[in-house]
């Protein structure tokens, strides 16, 4: 094997950034390389993309009310099952006729979030968190009912509905236990210390699925007899406590990240313990942080459909329930049309969040 | 100590005294609820179980597994199961990941656009879902075992992957799978389980792996492959001998991270049925024997140990890597 310690050839200059339309030549063969996996990668997404429109367009079934509707030679996707089922994927078996509490509340929580995005000045990080927490217990409030309104218990929520509610509830009540872990492991108080630290690495060395198997099989044996609790409020207990955990850790680097002297400076100043937290240390610290919570709130909408494992009736179990249903069992194509209209729900949603994340840390 | 600072220090005890104190009445509570409970329920308490006979098959084990054979080797083959599939996926979603990122800085054009989309599009999909949709929608439409599709010696079909295995006993030889009837003989299996559960786990952790990669090799600067250009050095040897090294020693803390979410990951095993700690231990033992609480408790301790096992090998990484430096 030779060694060459003196190149022989002259490199080629690079060239300029070019600000023109796209140059095709350039963009497919940079490199003889790159060139032909461009190439190979062409060819593989026009394959597989041709089949995609084949068995979602041409050969899909849009209308119909049960799998029959479904069953042709050709094999493509069943539309119809997703259309036939939008109450069930939305609501949940909510009563038909209390419908326009669910209504309000996404209606509700879309204006909010339009504002949250679109007004990023009038919206202070003050007023977005006091959304976060105020919503869900109005959303809670006026789902349940009770008084003058019938109660519809939880047991009938399902779809996306049951989804939004356990994202936001889980958000809602992690958010301020995380922050109060990760103050707690900066105490000088040991016996506060301690608890944190166990109760944050505890939890984050154990999977979601497993504390939610936990919320559902074991927790009714260490509560008092004759107290019950239904399975949908211990599976919300279980994804705020684990989520907790895992905003601890984000608010952790946010309090490492503002510098000592910022403290210091408060005491200087004569300012108690407390103040200087509230005005001087959190401010910054939860600025630094917003755009992590934010993937936080991904990650738990990604969780949220670990539910469906544990019987709680979300999105995904919906899905499959409804493949499972009478009506529409029997057709393969039916689940995995489900199943694509899930992946492009949860794709738009998860993805366009990521793009907010990513704008508010470019802000900074 | 001064009455002074005692003073001072005084709320802080009152509230570490009090804060245990909540913490004990909890867990004296909880025992106390549990013991009624489970005395109301006729439930047996303790390990015992573990040494009596499972009576309930594997349908894949590493390790010789009986219906006969005990709890305690049911939960031997269900660890050795999950560390298989994270050993599997982690080796995979690595090769991927590295795969991705340096496509992600490529020259702009498609292999660009595509790792990018790549990434998008797996990362925000919930992985349940994947591990479904691979599981229910992609291997189901594999044909039947008479129309296996061959390469080689190996056989894929709806009953799984089937790879040539070693033969020990009478003579060492090849065993190759052969199609016998309306089953596979011979061979080793990787059931159907098993291959959704690794590509679910493959390509959404290649997603994160490939930005934790990608950081990395930014970090490496320009220079150290400039300089390795201009020794002479081809772009793929470079990227190998002088970036890579510098641009994994960056990335490991996080991708290490990452290899743990993945260990937890793996426990969505229990969606589509495949044997690892979550379905065996936590489903079939606790349900079997009803003793929900020590079948838990044994779940939540193999996956901390899991996730201990990984941090330990990444500090070994860390440290060989670091020395290796010089520093």
Redesign the interface.
Same mark, same amino acid.
């Given at each position: 094997m030779t060694t060459?310690?003196?190149?022989?050839t002259l490199?080629d200059p690079r060239l300029a950034p070019a600000a023109a339309p796209i140059d095709w030549r350039?963009?497919?063969f940079?490199?003889p390389?790159?060139g032909v996996?461009?190439l190979l990668? &062409?060819a593989l997404?026009a394959m597989s993309g041709w089949r995609f429109v084949q068995w979602a367009a041409v050969h899909a079934h849009w209308i119909g009310d049960s799998a029959e509707a479904c069953t042709g030679d050709a094999g493509g996707a069943c539309w119809a099952f997703v259309a036939a089922r939008w109450k069930p994927w939305l609501v949940g078996n909510y009563p038909s006729d209390q419908l326009w509490r669910v209504w309000i509340c996404f209606a509700a929580f879309a204006l909010f979030w339009i504002w949250v995005v679109r007004r990023s000045r009038t919206a202070s990080l003050q007023r977005v968190l006091l959304g976060f927490i105020l919503l869900p217990v109005a959303f809670f409030a006026l789902l349940i009912g009770g008084g003058p309104l019938p109660v519809v218990a939880p047991t009938l929520w399902g779809g996306v509905l049951l989804t939004l509610i356990v994202t936001l509830a889980t958000f809602a009540t992690a958010l301020p236990i995380g922050l109060c872990l990760a103050l707690g492991r900066r105490s000088?108080?040991? %016996?506060?210390r301690w608890?944190c630290i166990v109760f944050v690495e505890?939890m984050r060395? %154990?999977? *979601? *699925?497993?504390v939610l198997?936990?919320a559902a099989?074991?927790v009714?044996?260490?509560?008092?007899?004759g107290f019950t609790m239904n399975l949908f409020s211990r599976a919300v207990v279980a994804f705020a406590l684990f989520n907790a955990a895992m905003a601890a850790e984000v608010f952790r680097g946010g309090l490492q990240a503002v510098g000592r002297g910022q403290i210091e400076a408060a005491t200087t100043v004569g300012l108690s313990d407390f103040a200087a937290l509230r005005l001087i240390v959190l401010p910054q610290a939860i600025t630094a942080v917003v755009p992590a919570l934010v993937n936080i709130m991904?990650a738990v909408?990604?969780?949220t459909?670990?539910l469906?494992?544990i019987g709680v009736n979300d999105l &995904?179990s919906a899905v499959?329930s409804g493949a499972r249903s009478p009506a529409w069992i029997g057709e393969?194509n039916i &689940?995995?049309s489900g199943?694509v209209f *899930?992946?492009a729900t949860?794709?738009t949603v998860?993805?366009g969040l990521?793009r907010y994340s990513r704008r508010l840390e470019a802000r900074r | 100590m001064s009455r002074a600072v005692l003073m001072e220090r005084l709320p802080g005890y009152v509230a570490q005294a009090v804060l245990l104190a909540i913490v004990a009445w909890l867990v004296w509570r909880g025992v106390a609820n549990f013991e009624a409970n489970a005395r109301a329920l006729g439930l047996s308490v303790g390990f015992d179980f573990l040494r009596s006979q499972a009576g309930f098959q594997i349908a894949q084990s590493l390790i010789d597994f009986t219906p006969a054979s005990t709890y305690l080797d049911a939960i031997v083959a269900a660890a050795l199961n999950t560390l298989l599939v994270v050993a599997l996926a982690g080796v995979f979603s690595t090769l991927i990941g590295l795969g991705i990122a340096f496509g992600r800085l490529a020259p702009p054009g498609v292999v660009r656009g595509a790792s990018s989309a790549y990434v998008e599009v797996f990362r925000n999909i919930p992985l349940l879902l994947q591990i479904l949709f691979w599981y229910f929608s992609a291997i189901a439409l594999l044909p039947a075992v008479g129309d296996s599709i061959q390469f080689g010696p190996v056989l894929l079909n709806n009953r799984g992957l089937f790879l040539p295995g070693l033969q020990l006993d009478p003579a060492i030889a090849l065993n190759r799978p052969h199609v016998d009837g309306f089953d596979v003989a011979g061979g080793f299996v990787i059931l159907p389980e098993l291959m959704a559960l690794t590509l679910g786990l493959s390509i959404y952790n290649s997603t994160f792996l490939a930005e934790i990669f990608r950081a990395g090799i930014l970090s490496v600067p320009r220079g150290q492959s400039e300089a390795a250009a201009s020794v002479g050095l081809s772009g793929v040897r470079a990227a190998w001998l002088i970036v890579l090294p510098q641009a994994l020693r960056v990335a490991l803390p996080a991708a290490g991270g990452q290899y743990q979410t993945l260990a937890k990951a793996s426990s969505l095993a229990a969606a589509i049925g495949y044997p690892d700690i979550m379905q065996i231990v936590g489903g079939t033992v606790a349900s079997q024997t009803s003793q929900a609480l020590e079948a838990m408790t044994l779940v939540v301790l193999l996956y901390a140990a899991i996730n201990l096992v990984i941090a330990l090998i990444v500090n070994l990484l860390n440290r060989r890597l670091l020395a290796h430096e010089g520093r």
């Open positions: 060459h310690f003196v190149r022989q490199i350039r963009a497919l940079p490199t390389a790159i996996l461009s990668l &062409l997404l000088r108080m040991p %016996v506060v608890a505890g060395s %154990v999977p *979601l *699925l497993a198997f936990i099989t074991l009714p044996l260490f509560l008092p007899r991904i909408i990604k969780e459909t670990l469906s494992v &995904l499959e393969a &689940l995995t199943y *899930l992946a949860y794709l998860c993805y990521s | -």
